[in-house]
Structure formats: structure tokens, C-alpha cells
């Protein structure tokens, strides 16, 4: 009896320690990485290209974090205005931001995605790309004819008093990282991941 005691403890034991290693990968916080440089153009590999249309965020001082607590992700306040001032200049992308207790969203109207550019963060050993159909996100609305304006909205939000680039669980689980420590991570969805060439 007193074997099957100890064996119930122990399982019991095991049981905990199990669920507290699940509970601790899935709550991963990173530390915060420095990032370089931040760009939106379409075409990363070619950058050294004076055709090339690209926009250089002023991304000094920026850095990123993974949260997958979270189902949301931010950018600075600055740096969501730097965003938002380059679908200025898209042809017909409307850009509107709108509000919603304490936080900023990015919504476009349009029609087509030509010319539509790419997000690009650019760390110290790798780039991370945000590809159009991640960083677009379709909303759900009515359209009356087939050729209505389709809305969009950024997958990042924003609030006054957001200091870092977080990445939550919408894009974690789409980037399909692995952990290794708090400082170390490898993206195994491919399209994530910017081939640069500088």
C-alpha cells in the first residue's frame, strides 16, 4: 500500500513538473532584440539598386520582443506614424487610422495589392520580413458590388505609450519560431525570413 503511495506521488510529481514546462514555453517572453534597421520595399535582395523603391524607417533605438501571451501585435507610436505616412504615396490605398480605447489601428481600401510593399526588420544576424498577406489583414465587410474597395487593416496596432515592436501570437504562430533561449530563435516558416544582400 504504501509503494502504491509513493507511486502516486511521484506521478503526481511528474504531472506538475510536465505542466509547468508546457505553461513556461507557452507563455515565452523574449528579451528584447536590437533591431537595425527597418525598411519597406518590395524587393530586400536588390537594395543596392537605385530603382529599387524602398523606405528607411528611422529605426534606432528600436527593438523587438515576442510575446505569445498576447494575441496582438504593436509597434511604436513614432514608428506606426513613419508607417502609416508611406501608404501615402500608394495610389489609391486610402490610408485611415482609426481608434479604439487607447490603441491605433492602420485600415486601407483598395481594390488591387499592385505595388503594395513589404515590411522588413532587420536584425543583427538575420531579417525578418512580414509578408503582405500577414501584414495586411482582410476585414470583414459588406461589399455591395465586386468592384467596391476591399478594407484592410495593419497587423500591428499601436498606443501612445508603446516603446517596443512586439510580435504576439497572431505572427508567432504564423513565423513557426522555436525558442531556444530568451535571446536565440529560429524561424521555420521561410517566408519570414528576408535573403539580404548587403
Known amino acids: 500500500m504504501k509503494n502504491l503511495f509513493n507511486f502516486f506521488n511521484c506521478l503526481n510529481l511528474l504531472i506538475s513538473l510536465i505542466i509547468i514546462k508546457i505553461s513556461i514555453s507557452s507563455n515565452q517572453i523574449s528579451s528584447i532584440i536590437p533591431v537595425k534597421k527597418i525598411l519597406i520595399t518590395d524587393d530586400v535582395k536588390t537594395l543596392s539598386l537605385s530603382r529599387i523603391s524602398k523606405y528607411d524607417l528611422n529605426s534606432i533605438g528600436y527593438g523587438i520582443k515576442f510575446d505569445s501571451t498576447s494575441n496582438v501585435s504593436y509597434v511604436p507610436y513614432n514608428l506606426f506614424g513613419n508607417i502609416a505616412y508611406t501608404f501615402k504615396f500608394i495610389e489609391d490605398s486610402n490610408p485611415t487610422i ?14 488591387y495589392f499592385y505595388g503594395f510593399e513589404i515590411i522588413h526588420f532587420i536584425l543583427e544576424n538575420i531579417g525578418i520580413t512580414i509578408p503582405l498577406k500577414y501584414y495586411l489583414i482582410k476585414k470583414e465587410t459588406k461589399k455591395e458590388n465586386v468592384d467596391d474597395e476591399q478594407e484592410y487593416g495593419m497587423v500591428f496596432l499601436t498606443k501612445e505609450d508603446q516603446e517596443n515592436i512586439i510580435f504576439g501570437n497572431n505572427l508567432i504562430e504564423q513565423m513557426n519560431i522555436e525558442f531556444k533561449d530568451e535571446n536565440n530563435f529560429i524561424i521555420h516558416n521561410e517566408e519570414f525570413i528576408s535573403e539580404l544582400d548587403e
Open 98 to 111: 482609426k481608434k479604439y480605447n487607447g490603441t491605433q489601428e492602420l485600415t486601407i481600401k483598395t481594390n
